[in-house]
């Protein structure tokens, strides 16, 4: 029988090194996959991976019992893709720093390079709010409920978000193949 989340988390409690790697296993992809979108660098996502489950980890062994630890891990890598693009807008100088960081994207199916460099792009146009909430719901597949505890968002804003943001990206994509 495969143990929940909440047995999982009990178990990294007491120190079981195990129960945090079935957790990884079970969450990691989705993260993974959001954070790999938000940023468009898998190497940058794998890091914030990796410190969403360091600060995970941290927070569980120092008596943290989340009562919905997708969510709770969700907001984690959301909140550390937040605090790179940060710094990343800081370093590369704001919307020039946003194409470079998009165009750094290399997908590895030749066939899709041009089409997905220009979903990158686009996607690097929106704001960081819209980006977001398009990506926590069209890509990660997430209600809106979910998103709200996620982001703190209220649920008609992040309707407004993605309505927003698929608006902009129909225009800026429509001469795109």
Sequence with gaps: ???????????IAAGDSAALGM???RHAPALMRYATHFLQSADDADEVLQDTFIRAERAIRGGMRPDNPSGW??????NRCRSR????WRLLGGEAGELVIARAADPPEVEAREWR?????ALAHLSTPAREAFLLKHVE???YEEMATITGAGVPALK????????????LLK???
């Design 175 to 177: 001469d795109v193949r």
């Design 160 to 171: 407004m978000r993605v309505s927003r943001a698929c608006e902009r990206l129909r225009d």
């Design 141 to 143: 597949g997430l209600t």
């Design 73 to 78: 891990l969700f907001r984690i890598a959301v």
């Design 1 to 11: 029988m495969t143990p929940t989340d909440a047995a999982l988390i009990e178990r």
């Design 85 to 88: 693009r940060k710094r990343w």
């Design 117 to 121: 460099h220009e979903i990158a792009v």
């Design 23 to 25: 957790l990884m296993d």
